[in-house]
């Protein structure tokens, strides 16, 4: 083999009806080269097995001590859909498929702080934020108070709600 040239192997190949995919170990030559991305991993496996890099999850790589011979694992889904559904979210993260949402470093301080005031099972609780009313009802009455107590703060009014 000369310099710069890359060879990938797959064996222990498995077809997996179950979870829609075939599931391979996979041996990448690369003598005089450097670590191989994983993208370009995706690219040739796609080509071998005539299926778009986009269905290609390739992962946990190693190198063998003094270079040229990096072996992982491979998963070619038979669909983006099928890959979606079984693949976890960190790996779905690196080719750009999930987002996951996050809540600003201020909201994230701000609930840590409410949390430390709390002990045990009350940190979930806490931890939801404040609840906010979307029920009419409540909408209304808490109207209705606001407005009593501007025009008569003299008179007490019980207002209940069911």
Known sequence: MSEGVVTVRTRKFLTNRLMQRK???VDVLHPGRATIPKTEIRE???KMYKTTP????VFGFRTQFGGGKTTGFGLIYDTLDYAKKMEPN??????????KKKPSRKQRKERKNRQKKVRGVKKTKVGAGK???HDTAEIYCSVLLFWYVLTCSHVSIYIHVS
Do not use: S
């Not at 986009?54 to 999850?57: I, K």
């Not at 960190?90 to 987002?99: M, Q, S, V, W």
């Open 23 to 25: 599931q391979m170990v």
């Open 44 to 46: 040739k496996l796609a």
């Open 54 to 57: 986009d269905v290609v999850f």
């Open 90 to 99: 960190y790996r779905l993260a690196r080719h750009g498929l999930y987002d």
């Open 131 to 133: 609840k906010v009313c």
